[in-house]
């Protein structure tokens, strides 16, 4: 079984940047893709950024050009970087990771809160 621990969360004022962190640890071999998710209230959960274990990004359309993703194989961990943050980011962020082994039974981590001020 795989745990995602998510950090990184806080509070920036609206133009400033933070750098979101996931390490998975227990059954990594299984893990495809890995990527973030987010959830404002009021909205329903949707994909950010996801990236593939040979590289490939995509991004939410609200995100581009302002955040990246990237990974570490090898420590099957996955960071975000966000910049030029709006009031609009501001949500409950979650990593996800992809069950190769079981297809459609993903790996989720608690969450973590961004918060952006105007």
């Known amino acids: 079984q795989v745990q995602l621990v998510e950090s990184g969360g806080g509070l920036v004022q609206a133009g400033g940047s933070l750098r979101l962190s996931c390490a998975a640890s227990g059954g990594i071999f299984s893990i495809n893709a890995m990527g973030w998710y987010r959830q404002a209230p009021g909205k329903q959960r949707e994909l950010v950024a996801a990236?593939?274990?040979?590289?490939?990004?995509n991004y939410a359309d609200s995100v581009k050009g302002r955040f990246t993703i990237s990974r570490d194989n090898a420590r099957a961990t996955v960071y975000l970087q966000m910049n030029s943050l709006k009031p609009d980011d501001t949500a409950v962020y979650f990593c996800n990771a992809e069950n190769f082994v079981t297809p459609g039974r993903d790996y989720w981590g608690k969450g973590t809160l961004v918060t952006v001020s105007s």
């Open positions: 990236v593939t274990r040979g590289g490939s990004t």
